[in-house]
């Protein structure tokens, strides 16, 4: 049910096919996210018309609200989102470690309090994969433990405790449906990351996710940790780089081989004015806008480009219009997918690498580092 | 260039043609608003896929921001906002007298501060004229003081004042491809309402609007005042409605024979949560819709009711989600969007008549009134 191809190389990087049940993916690609079973802002039509393929949504939200037995009993998250295409969902791990004073770990899971009400809840490996299994989405994500990259002792027992906790989950997986990913991590220590590396491509994973970075280390270290894995992980299985999406990591991220992104940036960026622009990111709060006709990006063929004003958004942003943010999304988040588009196209035609420097300086305003973290209003 | 042509009637109800610089308009008619030059939360994209054929925008709102000197150096507001159908801007008196504590009328006009930054401000009916011709709508609305319907005096003191500004508005007016319409006033005396009624019909005005109903007087008076007026005015030019605009109020003015309606209560619900239903109105927050698979009416014909079911609506609510504003807007637009093109079509196949009872009573729970008032947030 689950078959990845590769289609064409071009030094590390791959294009390729991932085959689901909600139809394939073409890879290298880039997830919008969609926490609480919506991209926010945008309708399941808009992001479709972005040309978007695979969604995430987060458990731990879901989980939460409306509750994952919810969410079966309404058909799956594919029917209760009315997302026609691919879903994955992360483990819940990423949110609950997020939430620093009220979680307690231990080496059978996690006990938190949720943000909305404050109650005491359970994240166990089995937990996550049964909620992740009512919930329903193509791709799910093993149980895993992200630890502070600049705690060596922490580092390791975290790595070691997402091992156990990926045979775990391995273990408790039922539906026949849903592909199940490891996650290496082992902070920004190359021994750490390349013993992760081997331990989880040893594993039976259709896919392998690379975690526990964007969470504060430099971009110097992110690449390193990408040139230590990303040789170590099987050929012929998907490589999923969590969290990570300025348009400069996308560049970055496909060059050493990553097949899947996903970031809120986009969406994050646009709450606050923002917009990804071959000038640099734009904050179109500014007064100079103003009187401004020209679209955000003149080369840009998103719907907010081929129709609106920098002027107009900059009015819609100022008197407070939900609008905006919903023109910003669509910009944004069609930034980042016609990125992607571009890169596959080059890869597969040969200019690939030799077009690498200009797109890094082309977006090199725009890579003011995304934090990795839980996109709750 | 503004020609009217009546197609149909059925009894005083009529449907009939209103050619402007920007498309026919097929009457009668529901205008969206788009008090900032959007209708909230919506693009004019997914207006137009309404069916909308008209929309509002707010004459104090856009002087105040942008500003409709900013407005006009961007190519008007079909241009700004990206509207391609026919627009209508009130006059903004409507505005400025809701403003209660912090203006002054006089014969000349009024004084006015800002609801934005407190600054001071003067409209008079030459004023509102250079607005609305620097914002450039297809339907402009002369100047006219609304009065307080249980205040006889000052209701005589204001329509004759209304009656001295139309008049100036006439004399102000320059530009060729807009449509100024007269506005009746007079309170809900039968009297001042017929006087008004005959001297805003001898001008020479391509549509007149009533104006000051909807403004807290009852259903009846609201009826009665209709009676009164719409006998007395040509046959030959389009009516409108001010401001009024639950589906009970579009079909009991219809039946009056009202061409044109506006009012912000489809979006204002969205806002509250608030679905129009055939089962009455609906409140989406609801914790009984936790689990309905339904869509908000079976019959609807939107893209929320062909898409989304209420436990999906009522998940966005609770998580605070902007898409749920968004689809709760498209559908209370749409139903009544819809509404009117089946009164439309029962004017023109000589059912209409035998169905407003039936109408009426599937409406009924959705009645509560409307407030006329400006939607700023």
Redesign the interface.
Same mark, same amino acid.
């Given at each position: 049910m689950f078959e990845f191809t590769v289609t064409a190389r071009a030094g590390r990087a791959r294009t390729g096919v991932f085959t689901t049940p909600h139809g394939d993916l073409a890879t290298p690609v880039f997830t919008p996210v969609g926490t609480?079973?919506?991209v926010?802002?945008?309708?399941?039509?808009q992001v479709g018309e972005l040309g978007a393929a695979l969604v995430l949504a987060n458990t731990y939200?879901l989980y939460l609200?409306?509750g994952d037995e919810?969410v079966r009993?309404?058909?799956g998250l594919h029917e209760?989102?009315?997302w026609p295409g691919p879903l994955l969902t992360d483990s819940g791990g990423f949110q609950v470690f997020s939430l620093a004073d009220s979680r307690k770990i231990d080496d059978d899971g996690v006990t938190f309090k949720s943000h909305i009400d404050g109650s005491t809840h359970r994240f166990t490996p089995e937990k996550s994969i049964q909620i992740q299994e009512n919930l329903g989405a193509d791709i799910i994500m093993a149980f895993d433990e992200c630890s502070d990259p600049n705690d060596h002792a922490y580092t390791v027992k975290a790595m070691e405790r997402t091992h156990r906790w990926a045979e775990r989950c391995l273990a408790a997986k039922t539906r026949p449906d849903q592909a199940l990913f490891g996650i290496v991590q082992g902070g920004v220590r190359a021994d750490l990351r390349a013993a992760s590396a081997k331990f989880i491509s040893s594993l039976p994973f259709p896919g392998i996710a690379i975690g526990g970075l964007s969470v504060g280390e430099t971009k110097a270290e992110m690449h390193a940790t990408l040139d230590v894995v990303m040789p170590l992980l099987p050929e012929n299985k998907p490589r999923y780089l969590m969290g990570v999406g300025t348009p400069e990591d996308l560049i970055n991220g496909v060059a050493r081989g990553v097949d899947i992104f996903d970031c809120v940036l986009p969406t994050r960026l646009a709450r606050h004015n923002a917009a990804f622009s071959p000038q640099g990111r734009l904050n179109l709060m500014n007064a100079v806008f103003?009187?401004d006709?020209r679209p955000i990006d003149e080369t840009c063929d998103c719907?907010t480009c081929r129709?609106?004003?920098r =002027?107009?958004l900059?009015?819609?942003i +100022? =008197?407070?219009?939900?609008?905006a943010? +919903?023109?910003l999304s669509i910009h944004n988040l069609r930034a980042l997918i016609r990125l992607m588009e571009t890169m596959r196209a080059a890869i597969q035609d040969g200019s690939f690498e030799s077009r690498v420097p200009e797109w890094l300086r082309q977006w090199h305003g725009n890579a003011e580092r995304a934090s990795n973290t839980k996109d709750t209003?």
């Open positions: 609480q079973a919506t926010k802002t945008l309708t399941p039509a939200h609200r409306p919810l009993e309404m058909g209760f989102m009315q103003a009187r006709k719907y129709t609106f004003s =002027a107009y900059r009015h819609l +100022t =008197a407070k219009e939900a609008l943010g +919903t023109l209003k």
